[in-house]
């Protein structure tokens, strides 16, 4: 039985909040380092560290300031690269015939971030949200801004190449996964636009609205493709927001479902995980059914070796329900949040 308590924390007044999340679970961040050394060896993750610092400087992310303050509080490599990691699978959906939900599942090949997930209540000019993330994360992936809206980020599929392709025709389905990803960095290298995490955190801390929300995300110039899902606080306010450097599809609610193959813009590519066809589906079957409550729709594919959290998201009430996962295998209670007064209402259930 999952008995770890995903820990809330107060990063409202901090200046650098992940930095500040950093230092409250360290022990927590050691681990994801661990986790990230393993994967990409001690030698690979000085490197990318120091082509991902390089890479910032260079496109003036006004989150620059706030990694440098991560990797002192670490002291160690690391954190210009998770910071600009980019390598996660997810599934999305919203249902907004009435008050719009969504359901998010997030996958990622890098072991034990289900153990480590945290929710993270921080603030901007537009008000509080909460950040539902990992220590040290100061790009946001998955958030409720209670009054506001729900976004999450989807990874979109990779540019197909001829080696690539050449690779899978051989029954060598990671070698063409690599073609294809190698060939996408020069065009990313080059950008000096925003990462879209970037992007999603500047419009946490910003914006006041859906319909504020919509625009930033729709019209601010990117580094990378990415597909955005944002739920607003009124029936109808869902749209996933399909975005390539050069061009933009928006696919609107009441119901939108999202994975990780292009669908609105309709462009060739290959998807970064598992049966993204098939999740898409079975997510879109879910919200024809009506908004679940907890977590009790999770079915594979949905749920998959990859995951590493799954939650429900009402920003109209502020309502949010989240769990981490090692694979299919829940590993926290499911945390219960509800905005009201001064702080949120907690309430924890075991897996």
Not at 30 to 37: D, G, M, P, T, V
Not at 116 to 124: D, H, N, P, T
Not at 197 to 219: E, I, K, N, W, Y
Request: hydrophobic letters at 50%; glycine letters at 10%.
């Amino acid at each position: 039985m999952a008995s770890r308590r995903i820990p809330l924390l107060d990063a409202r007044g901090a200046a650098h909040p992940a930095a500040a999340t950093a230092a409250a679970q360290a022990a927590d961040v050691a681990a994801i380092l661990a986790i990230a050394r393993r994967r990409h060896t001690a030698a690979g993750l000085r490197l990318g560290d120091a082509l991902s610092r390089r890479w910032l400087a260079r496109n003036a992310s006004p989150l620059g300031p706030e990694i440098a303050a991560v990797a002192r509080q670490i002291g160690s490599p690391g954190a210009w690269l998770l910071n600009l990691s980019y390598e996660w699978a997810c599934t999305c959906g919203i249902e907004a015939t009435g008050e719009p939900v969504m359901l998010r599942v997030l996958d990622w090949p890098m072991e034990g971030l289900g153990e480590a997930l945290c929710v993270i209540r921080q603030a901007g000019p537009a008000g509080e949200w909460w950040h539902v993330g990992w220590p040290g994360l100061a790009g946001t992936i998955t958030a409720l801004a209670p009054g506001r809206f729900a976004a999450a980020i989807n990874q979109p599929p990779l540019p197909l190449t001829r080696l690539g392709a050449a690779a899978r025709a051989r029954g060598l389905g990671l070698a063409g996964i690599a073609a294809d990803w190698l060939a996408s960095r020069p065009a990313l290298w080059r950008s000096r636009a925003l990462p879209p995490a970037h992007l999603l955190r500047v419009v946490c801390d910003t914006a006041p609205d859906f319909g504020t929300a919509l625009a930033m995300l729709r019209d601010t110039p990117l580094a990378a493709p990415v597909a955005f899902t944002l739920a607003g606080t009124r029936p109808g306010e869902a749209v996933c927001i399909e975005r390539t450097p050069d061009g933009q599809a928006q696919r609107r609610g009441p119901r939108v479902a999202m994975a990780n193959h292009w669908d609105g813009l309709g462009l060739p590519g290959a998807a970064r995980w598992m049966e993204s066809g098939t999740r898409q589906a079975m997510m879109a079957g879910l919200l024809e059914a009506g908004p679940p409550e907890g977590l009790a729709w999770l079915r594979p594919p949905l749920v998959n070796r990859g995951t590493r959290l799954a939650a429900v998201m009402r920003p109209a009430a502020g309502r949010l329900s989240v769990a981490g996962f090692a694979g299919e295998r829940q590993v926290t209670a499911l945390l219960h949040l509800a905005a009201g007064g001064a702080d949120p209402a907690r309430r924890d259930e075991a897996a």
